[in-house]
C-alpha cells in the first residue's frame, strides 16, 4: 500500500471520490493513473479533516518562521501573499503585518477565515476568486511553501509559478525541492523539479538573492527530515 492510501485509510470516507481514491491506490502500479489530479487531491484531503501536513508543524514551522520572520524583518517587508495557505497552522507563527492566504481548497480558506476571525491583516480567499480579482491582488512579497513538488500537471505548476512572480513587486521567497524527478517516487501527489530553470526561463528581472538549505534535511523519514530548502528571489536591484 502506498503512503498516500496509508493516509487516505485514516480518514473517514467523503463520497465517491474518497472510495475511488482509496481502492485505486491500493492496487500499487494503478496509483499514477488513479491519481484525480492536484486539486481534487487537496480538495478532498481537506474536506475530508486532514491538514496542511507535517511541513506545516513542529520543527519544520518553527524552522520556516525563523527564516520568514527573519527575512521579512531584513527587507523590512510588510505586505505578503502566500500561494498554498493551507490551514494556516504556519501563519500562527509568522510576523508580517499584512498577510492574504490563497488556496486552492475552500474548506481550508473557510477553516482560517475562522481561525483567524477578528486578527487585523489577515484575510483569505479562494484561487478562483484570486484569478477572478480585478485588478489582480500583489504584495511586496510572495510565498510559496512546500508547494512546487505538489504540482504535478505542467499545466497547473507553469500557472502557478507564473501567479507566484507576477503578484510579487519586490520578493518571491520559495521552499521547496529543487530537482527534476520524472516518476512521482514520492508519492502520487508528489513530483519533485528543477523550479530554478523555469524561474531562468520565464521570470525575466528576477534574480536569487539566497539559498538557504534546510536545517532538517532528509535523511529517509519524513517525520524528522524534508526535502525542501527556501529560495528567495528579488526583482533585479529591490534588495538594495
Sequence with gaps: MTRLADWLSTLPLIGPLGRRLRRTLRRGGAAQEA????AAYWQARYAAGGDSGAGSYGRFAKF??????????????RTVIEFGSGDGNQLMLLQVADYTGVDISAEAVARCRERFAGRPGRRFMTLQD????????RAECTLSLDV?????????????MRRLFDAATRVVVVYSSNHDEAVQADGAHIRHRMFTRWVDAHAAGWQLLRHVPNEHPFRGDYRTGSFADFFVFVRTGAAG
Excluded: C, I, M, S
Design 35 to 38: 491519481f484525480p489530479g492536484t
Design 64 to 77: 520556516k518562521a525563523r527564516v520568514l520572520n527573519g527575512l521579512f524583518d531584513e527587507l523590512q517587508l
Design 130 to 137: 484570486f484569478d477572478a480579482a480585478d485588478p489582480p491582488p
Design 148 to 160: 512546487v513538488y505538489h504540482l504535478v500537471e505542467d499545466t497547473t505548476y507553469d500557472a502557478y
